[in-house]
Each structure stands twice: as C-alpha cells, then as structure tokens.
T-cell receptor, first 113, second 113 residues
Framework: GENVEQHPSTLSVQEGDSAVIKCTYS??????FPWYKQELGKRPQLIID?????GEKKDQRIAVTLNKTAKHFSLHITETQPEDSAVYFC????????????FGTGTSLTVIP | KAGVTQTPRYLIKTRGQQVTLSCSPI?????VSWYQQTPGQGLQFLFE???????NKGNFPGRFSGRQFSNSRSEMNVSTLELGDSALYLC????????????FGPGTRLTVL
C-alpha cells in the first residue's frame, strides 16, 4: 500500500517568515494530494490540494508543489502569522479508485509573534 | 449546508465492551470514510463506504466494522474493546469516489479504561 512520510514533525518560525513542510509518497498511482490544517481540538480542514497533472498551485499565502518523478510534494506558507500555528497533514490517494487517503504523521507548526 | 456531524462526541468504555459511532455526511455526499487518529500514528484509514457498500478497507482487525444506510449515514462498530482503541475517530464525507475533497466531522473521542 501507499506510504506517506512527512517532515519535519515540528517547526517553529518567526512571524513573517516562511514555512515549508515536505512529504514523500511511495505509490506512483497516487494522483491527488491534499493538505489539511488541524487546530487544537478541532477537525482537520482542507487548505489546499493538488492533482498529479499540475506541478504547482497557489492560494494567497499558501502554495503546494508536486514532483511526480521524485514522488514528493511540499507545502509553502509565506508571511506566516500566529493563526497559522496548527498541525498540518499531507495526504495521498489514488483519486478515481476511491477515497482511501493515506496521511503523513503531521507537522506541528508554531509561529512565534 | 450543514457540515459533517458525529455522535456521540465523547465516550468512555471499559475493556471488552463494544461501541457504535455514528456519522451523518453533508447532504448529497455519498462517500463516507472513517479514520482513527492517535498522537503516535496520526490519521489511519479504517474503511470507506459508498452506496451502502464497503469499498476500501484499511489494515485494522475484524473487530472494527461499519455500515452505511440508504441516506448515506454511516456507523462504525468496535467490538471487544482494547486499551489501544482509545483514539479520536473521525469520519469524512465526499461527494463521490473520484478523489474528491473530503470534509471531516468533529470526531468522537473514545476512551477505553
């Protein structure tokens, strides 16, 4: 089955700096890669996603890049703010074969004011 | 639209008992997936239901089972509870089975004593 690895497990940045979280996957058939943000005591919420036919996607301060050859994808948050502090999860799925998502183990991001 | 709802929100059980958790997806969504979230393992896929049929299953013992009703509501059951079953159980709904965005419920926090 699919194996998703996520690094780093914890990340601290100064407010205004950028944060980068990286994930690798093992199944070359995976073609949908969402990122979720989970604040303490709350449900995971989708913040951005990318499909395998796209190399990069951006939404305001958040961007995701995908390298299919190397089987890795990354989340980039620019101009970080204290409210960006949360746990971020990457995930991978085969898309058209169903909604079985494999998640990374999470990155706890702390933005220091 | 109302979001994904889960009941109950909290449960305390003792070893050997069984438990049933309920998930109501977003109206119109036909796919429901279940995940177990623990601090050490992150989010682990349990199973996916679509059109009242289990479509995918994760690597969990047979004590974990589920079902889906004609209105897409889903239940999961855990029999013969073990201490290690203590976790946050999340369900997520999707419109279809094509790798669509998953919307998570608030989760059920299960504690096994």
């Amino acid at each position: 089955g699919e194996n998703v690895e996520q690094h780093p497990s914890t990340l601290s940045v100064q407010e205004g700096d950028s944060a980068v979280i990286k994930c690798t996957y093992s199944d070359s058939a995976s073609n949908y890669f969402p990122w979720y943000k989970q604040e303490l005591g709350k449900r995971p919420q989708l913040i951005i996603d990318i499909r395998s036919n796209v190399g990069e996607k951006k939404d305001q301060r958040i961007a995701v890049t995908l390298n299919k050859t190397a089987k890795h994808f990354s989340l980039h948050i620019t101009e970080t703010q204290p409210e960006d502090s949360a746990v971020y999860f990457c995930a991978a799925s085969r898309g058209h074969t169903g909604n079985q998502f494999y998640f990374g183990t999470g990155t706890s991001l702390t933005v220091i004011p | 639209k109302a979001g994904v709802t889960q009941t109950p929100r909290y449960l305390i059980k003792t070893r050997g008992q069984q438990v049933t958790l309920s998930c109501s997806p977003i109206s119109g969504h036909r796919s429901v997936s279940w995940y177990q979230q623990t601090p050490g393992q992150g989010l682990q896929f349990l199973f996916e239901y679509f059109s009242e049929t289990q479509r995918n299953k994760g690597n969990f013992p047979g004590r974990f089972s589920g079902r889906q009703f004609s209105n897409s509501r889903s239940e999961m059951n855990v029999s013969t509870l073990e201490l290690g079953d203590s976790a946050l159980y999340l369900c997520a709904s999707s419109l279809d089975r094509r790798g669509d965005e998953q919307f998570f419920g608030p989760g059920t926090r299960l504690t096994v004593l």
